[in-house]
């Protein structure tokens, strides 16, 4: 008597690798990350107002339609790129400066990251098409500003515990002020680099080691 084969191809199909489909939260997921990789480069590349949204599906390798998917248009997508630059570059790497020296070295880490230009994440002409369209735009302006607000609070207790570190103490507000002129080089850093890519390194660190230690006294 012949055997049904439906059952044998049910349980072939039950044997099949979990690893074969991933979940769907887990594959949208990656959408969005090849999304906005796409649109930091084109922001990078072509300005915010000349790359569009064809220019960036072209980029990831996708139709506008697919994008439209995921994001309802650019400023959603520079929401998203803000959001991620406070996760991954922001209030995390806040966590790690604990002295002057972690200071000093983080500047010029990222200093040396907007010279080489091969990491969109930190990535001078990027910081100044946000910061250009910020001006012009109220809500990715809101955006920007919800994200200082919270870089310069964790920056505040970074230097808080960085002056500890260094046998003083500084109030709140005596360090929320100094976060504040730490932001102001840093940012400076970013234009300066684009001004003048000759600048080096080895040239800054005694100047930022000078500026960071009366940073750091009560």
């Excluded at 922001?43 to 072209?58: D, L, N, Q, T, V």
């Excluded at 400076?188 to 000759?198: H, M, T």
């Amino acid at each position: 008597m012949s055997s049904d084969p439906r059952p044998a191809r049910r349980a072939r199909s039950a044997e099949v690798s979990p690893h074969a489909t991933a979940p769907p939260a887990t594959r949208a997921q990656r959408q969005r990350t090849r999304i906005l990789d796409a649109a930091e480069r084109c922001f990078i590349e072509h300005g915010f107002h000349a790359a569009s949204m064809a220019h960036i599906a072209a980029t990831a390798g996708m139709s506008p339609g697919l994008i439209y998917r995921y994001f309802a248009g650019k400023n959603e997508i520079v929401r998203a790129i803000v959001e991620r630059h406070l996760e991954t570059d922001g209030c995390r790497a806040m966590q790690h400066l604990n002295t002057r020296e972690d200071f000093v070295t983080s500047i010029l880490e990222a200093f040396e990251r907007w010279r080489r230009r091969d990491d969109p994440a930190v990535n001078a002409a990027l910081i100044l098409e946000l910061t250009a369209e910020a001006a012009r735009d109220p809500e990715i302006r809101e955006v920007v500003r919800s994200k200082d607000r919270v870089v310069s609070e964790e920056l505040t207790v970074a230097i808080q515990r960085a002056a500890r570190a260094a046998g003083g103490a500084l109030s709140s507000e005596a360090a929320s002020g100094r976060a504040v002129l730490l932001q102001c080089l840093f940012e400076g850093l970013a234009f300066r680099v684009v001004r003048s890519p000759e600048l080096s390194a080895k040239a800054l660190r005694p100047l930022l080691e000078k500026v960071i230690t009366a940073l750091m006294a009560r």
